[in-house]
Nanobody
Framework: QVQLVESGGGLVQAGGSLRLSCAAS????????MGWFRQAPGKERELVAS????????YYADSVKGRFSISRDNAKNTVYLQMNSLKPEDTAVYYC??????????????WGQGTQVTVSS
């Protein structure tokens, strides 16, 4: 089992950047595929980015390709989401999640509490 705590959200102007962090408890962080999801008001939660255990497979949603970058530091039990060139449509609650599976959206078992990202125009 793993507990996840996100940080780094906030208010930023369009075109700006934010870096989200997700700290995981437990000694088996490296055995989890890690993902970042987001959910905007009135919309379904969507997978934004994910990274496999050994970072040999990384996924990005089309809407964030070229702007967002996911990374992980297994020594620090932390996964990051660097968000550049932010747009108002990126406004959402961002969640960190973990799975022992391959990383399909429905496979995630563990979730953080979420962090709000608001991008003003």
């Amino acid at each position: 089992q793993v507990q996840l705590v996100e940080s780094g959200g906030g208010l930023v102007q369009a075109g700006g950047s934010l870096r989200l962090s997700c700290a995981a408890s437990g000694r088996t962080f490296s055995s989890y595929t890690m993902g970042w999801f987001r959910q905007a008001p009135g919309k379904e939660r969507e997978l934004v980015a994910s990274t496999s255990r050994s970072v040999d497979y990384i996924y990005y949603a089309d809407s964030v390709k070229g702007r967002f970058s996911i990374s992980r530091d297994n020594a620090k039990n932390t996964v990051y989401l660097q968000m550049n060139s932010l747009k108002p449509e990126d406004t959402a609650v961002y969640y960190c999640a973990a799975t022992t599976g391959a990383g399909a959206p429905r496979e995630y078992d563990y979730w953080g509490q979420g962090t709000q990202v608001t991008v003003s125009s």
